[in-house]
Structure formats: C-alpha cells, structure tokens
C-alpha cells in the first residue's frame, strides 16, 4: 500500500535522515577504531606498543560487526581523517550521501589553495547529481578553478590504472576498468562496435556487449568454450545420481546441472585423501576411500578425458547438510562449550602418524589444491579474498625446530588466511582453532565467536 499523502518534500527529508543515519555509523565506526588503537593492552613484540598493529585489530572488529570488508572500514577512516571540515558537516548532515562524500573527498585532495566558496560550490553541485555525475561535475568546477593544477593532477591520475572483480548475487560477477577515460572510451567503441555486428542476434544489447567484451578479452569465437576454471564437484552429482550444488572455486556456488553442462568439455582429475587415524576416526570400508600407497595424505587421480563422468560416488548432500546443521548448532553454544569443540588440539588432523609431507612446513601442491577447494576464500569472517590467493596458515602454528611436536601440514590443520587476517593471527589479536567437520572457529580480542565452514 502507498500513502498517497507523501510529497516530494517527505522524500527528499527521509532520504537526508537515511543519509545523516549512515554518516553517524561511519563516525562512531571511526571513533571506536581510534579509542580502541589506543589500547595500552595490544601489545607487539617485545611488549612495546604498536599502534598499527592496534588500529589492524579494531578495523578487523569493526568490518566484522557490521558485515563490511576491512578495506570499507579502512576507506572510511581515510575519509574522515582527510575530509576538509566543510565536506564533513555536509555529510554529517545528510546532504551528501556516502558515494558523493567520497567523491567530493578524492577530487579535492591536494587542491591548492581551496577557498570556502570554492568548497561550497563542489558540495552543491555534488548534492544535485546522481551518484554517476557527480564526479564530471567537480572535475568541470576544479578545471575551472585552476586549470594548470587539473591538467597535471589528470596525468598523474592516468598512472592509476586499475581492473578489479566483483562477486554479484545469483552466480554472476562485475569486471571493473579504472584509467584514462579517452582509453576507456577506447575499448568501449570496440565493444560496442562488436556488438552492433551480432544486431541479428535476438538477446538484448545489454547481453550482446557482454559477449563482444567476453570475446575480445578472451579470444574466444563465439559460442565455443574459452574458459579455465576449477571447480569442485561431488562424483554422484557429476554422474547425475544427485543434486548437490558444485563450487566454483574462488567464487561460489553452481547448481548441479549448471556443473554438469561444464564438466561435459572439462579435463577431470580427482583427489584422494588418505583415511583418518583409526584411533580417532574408525574408516567406513564402503565409503572412505583406501589410503594412497605412497603414504601421502593427498593425491592426484590420472586426468580424464572431456566428457568423463564417475559412474559411483558418495553423497555429498547428506554431508554438506549435516556440517550447515552443526554451525547452526555451534552458534547456539557459550563461548566455554566451542573451546571444548577443537577437533585434534594437537594439529594433527587425527593422524597417529605423520604422512608423507606432514613434517615439511610448505604443503604439497595436492594438499594446497584440497584446501583451497574447501575453503574458496579467506576463513576470516566476511573476507571475500580468494583462497588461492591467500596464505596458507597453519591453524596450530608449525613448530620449525621439532616438527613432528608442532602442528603438522595436513588438511586438518591448514586454513587460507589473506595477509592482512593472518597478521591478526600471528600477533595473537584474534585466534582461530579447527573445528570438527572442518568448521574454523574465529574469536576476536573481545571474545566474540565467528565460525567459517567449508564451502561458505
């Protein structure tokens, strides 16, 4: 149902509340960090004061707490530390939403001898645009202003050229291409002149641009198979015997026929893993699978051909569910019941023995392609960096003088950790510990639990 007593004037006012209301967010966000870095108690090494180390360990709790990445909370900082007065009360106030404020602070960085009529003028004309506009609208204005300063700041700019990806909702992802803007305009006649050639093709103009810029950065002829990726598949679903979801790994999920229509032009090559200690996890002779003659814990299958499918395999739904349901249950328990709930305290993944490997503190290229697939990011909670891109850390720390006494290399005791969480780690800012099932447990330095499992 609609008010029909709404005006333009209560929706321009709820929209400056909703606006004012983030602000007061990003400013507290900013100030716990700030109170919190100065926190005698986090200590680095030798128990001196370490200031970054402190503000690393706050960000980490702020992006956390609100489900934002670290890098958010680290640009919100930037932000209000850099923000000239004028452009802070205007966002403090709600009129300028936060991609505005953002803008408004990175155009005029470094802007010489910036007057307030001047910084009246960028804030209006950017609380008049769409969040698209605003930053043409402030460059004509600097321009302006100072038309030699904008010339060179516009060349030095042209050296931060970046591409960056994005994950979507539903499977999907955004490519993103930072430069010049006449290069930019560039590629964009190519894509779009590429498209126009498909005009018979009956999708819409939005897809067949996406395929144009597909083909021309790939390579590809269109409608064949140009892609390399990995993706993680359960053997019964790829033989069509059930519907569990495969991973693509570093992105996420993809539904089974979706996998399987991959899998048919795709190069196979399964993972072993060696069954667990029978001290600890007795082996089901029907299902788990025999233990590598060679001694590894992880080894490789020979690769089969495109269009290969296993004709057995176990059921990984049942699985998958039960470790969904054991989070669940984790979730619910007080902080001295998950401590009770490490799995193999030793760092030893159940192993009596230490299998081939095990010993050495870099994994095998077998056990590092295990452990990426099960964990497709960095386990730390809502880091999105991909796991193959990450170190990997050993949950219980390798002991380099007595390996056979530290944790060993195995899959039970690995996690991919990005450099920015595994030094929250290493400085005992924030602990992680296995869990069974897989499940890693996170605790940060004020004792609140997160739990990341395999396949998040």
Known sequence: ???????????????????????????????????????????????VFDADA????????????????TGTVTEWLFLIRTARPAVQEAFAAGRLAYAAFRTVCRSLAGVPNATEALL?????????????????????????????????????????????????????AELILRGPAEKVAGMWRNIAAAAARGVTDPTSLRARLFDAAHALLTGAVPNEPANHAVIVLDAATAAGLAGEPGHLVGWGPVPADAARRIAEDATWQALITAAQDSEHHPPDPEHDPPVPVDGREVRRTRRMPAGWTPTTGKLGSTKARKVREQVEYLRTLPPSALDRAVDNPDGHGGFAVPPDG?????????????VTALYSTCV?????????????????????????????????????????????????????????????????????????????
């Not at 992006?63 to 934002?68: H, I, N, P």
């Not at 209006?124 to 004509?140: E, H, L, M, N, Q």
């Open 358 to 370: 095990a010993l050495a503190y870099r994994p095998s290229e077998a056990v590092a392609a295990l």
């Open 54 to 69: 402190a503000e690393a360990c706050a960000v980490a709790e702020v992006a956390s707490a609100l489900s934002v990445s």
């Open 120 to 172: 009246q003028r960028v804030i209006a004309a950017a609380s008049r645009c769409t969040p698209g506009a605003v930053a043409a609208a402030i460059d004509r204005i600097l321009a302006e202003f100072d038309a030699e300063w904008h010339r060179v700041v516009r060349e030095r700019a042209a050296l931060e050229r970046a591409a960056t990806v994005r994950k979507l909702p539903r499977g999907e």
């Open 380 to 456: 730390h909670p809502g880091c999105a960096v991909p796991s193959e891109d990450c170190d990997l850390d050993h949950v219980v720390p390798f002991d380099h003088t007595e390996p056979r006494k530290g944790g060993w290399t195995v899959t039970g005791n690995l996690e991919p950790l990005c450099r920015r969480h595994h030094g929250l780690k290493t400085r005992r800012q924030w602990h992680y510990r296995m869990l069974r099932d897989g499940i890693v447990h996170i605790r940060d330095s004020h004792g609140n639990d997160y739990l990341t499992a395999p396949g998040e």
């Open 1 to 47: 149902m609609y008010d029909a007593t709404v005006s333009v004037d209560v929706l321009v006012s709820a929209k400056v509340d909703a606006q004012a209301s983030f602000a007061r967010t990003v400013a507290a966000s900013c100030s716990y960090v700030h109170e919190e870095s100065r926190r005698p108690a986090v200590l680095g090494p030798g128990g």
